[in-house]
């Protein structure tokens, strides 16, 4: 199988036509940020889907745009790309506008949105080839089609291709430009483990070849693995952000759970433990202890439960994921 980090890097400066006040290189110190932008705002009539968002992507790292199902991903995602036009706020990509500089930034970038971009009589592998034609520099369509399981179905119309395949060929449409910036909307949904996998090393390699990225997923797993920076959006605004570890640091509570015999008086053990810890027994003769988990604390409520004659098991500690942070912030309640 074709390696990808030999081949997978942004444009080299004689490829790309740059205007005069654009980054010669993405790896140039004095080069803009991959993604800045401030107070965006877009409406839809009386619907405001981004109301003020503003965040920074430094070159060569991954963002994972995360919220739920309406909160303004897409539409944020969309606006960088430049199929929307901002009612207020700024955009820039890789220091260029998406709109008044369309020309000029879109051959830099690559970009994978849900259902769209592909004709769906054409066969995987021309469809490919159609858009390597456009860049000036583009990898083998072949050898992408091969390092993304897609060789057994080149000549497949892309109406009979599985859900999972089209979603890799619109991965290899994003890359096979060498662009120096890529958005990736939901690119593992429907995906079968092995293909997931091969898709987060494909991320991972683009990284390390000084491509910026911006993901949206709703896999936490997917943006705890991948993203440098994690950005958190809900009704159009940004709730969250910093890295994945900040934020769960930031919800600095983890769980103790434990089994005993049911009825035990949690008020008594909530009393033996630090002020800031909190007892229950969610189901029979399971318990949970809630708060700022250290050694000390895990000793404490072993020593209640042996000085009241109670054989604990299965002792745990969680460790809150970014998952359960984002439930915290965004609600538990399903989304239209």
Not at 227 to 246: F, K, L, N, P, Y
Not at 302 to 321: E, F, P, S, Y
Request: glycine content about 10%.
């Amino acid at each position: 199988m074709v390696g990808l980090r030999p081949t997978l890097h942004a444009p080299r400066a004689a490829d790309v036509a740059m205007p005069p006040e654009a980054p010669a290189t993405p790896g140039d110190p004095g080069a803009a940020p991959a993604l800045v932008i401030d107070g965006l705002v877009k409406r839809y009539g009386d619907r405001t889907a981004v109301g003020g968002v503003s965040l920074r992507l430094e070159r060569a790292r991954v963002l994972a745009l995360l919220g739920p199902n309406g909160a303004g991903k897409t539409t944020t995602i969309e606006t960088c790309i430049g199929f929307r036009r901002p009612d207020a706020g700024t955009v820039r990509v890789l220091g260029l506008d998406p709109r008044d500089d369309n020309a000029a930034l879109r051959p830099r970038i690559g970009v994978m949105l849900q259902n769209g971009g592909v004709y769906q009589a054409a066969r995987c592998g021309e469809m490919l080839r159609l858009v390597a034609a456009y860049a000036a520099d583009p990898l083998d369509p072949d050898e992408l089609l091969d390092r993304l399981g897609l060789t057994p179905v080149r000549n497949t119309p892309y109406r009979r291709l599985s859900g999972g395949q089209q979603q890799r060929l619109s991965l290899a449409m994003a890359l096979v430009g060498r662009p120096e910036m890529v958005f990736l909307d939901e690119p593992t949904v429907g995906l079968d483990p092995q293909a997931r996998h091969e898709t987060w090393r494909i991320v991972e390699a683009l990284r390390r070849d000084g491509v910026s990225v911006v993901l949206t997923t709703h896999d936490m797993e997917e943006a705890e693995r991948l993203a440098d920076d994690v950005v958190i959006v809900d009704h159009g605004q940004v709730i969250a952000r910093g890295t994945a570890d900040e934020l769960i640091r930031g919800a600095a509570e983890r769980e103790v759970r434990f089994q005993a015999p049911p009825g035990l008086d949690v008020v008594a053990l909530g009393a033996s433990l630090p002020e800031d810890c909190r007892v229950s027994e969610p189901a029979p003769g399971t318990y949970l202890v809630v708060g700022p988990v250290s050694p000390a604390l895990v000793a404490a409520v072993a020593a209640w439960c042996a000085a009241h004659d109670v054989l604990l098991g299965g002792l745990q500690v969680k460790q809150r994921t970014l998952e359960d942070v984002f439930l915290e912030l965004t609600g538990r309640e399903l989304r239209a």
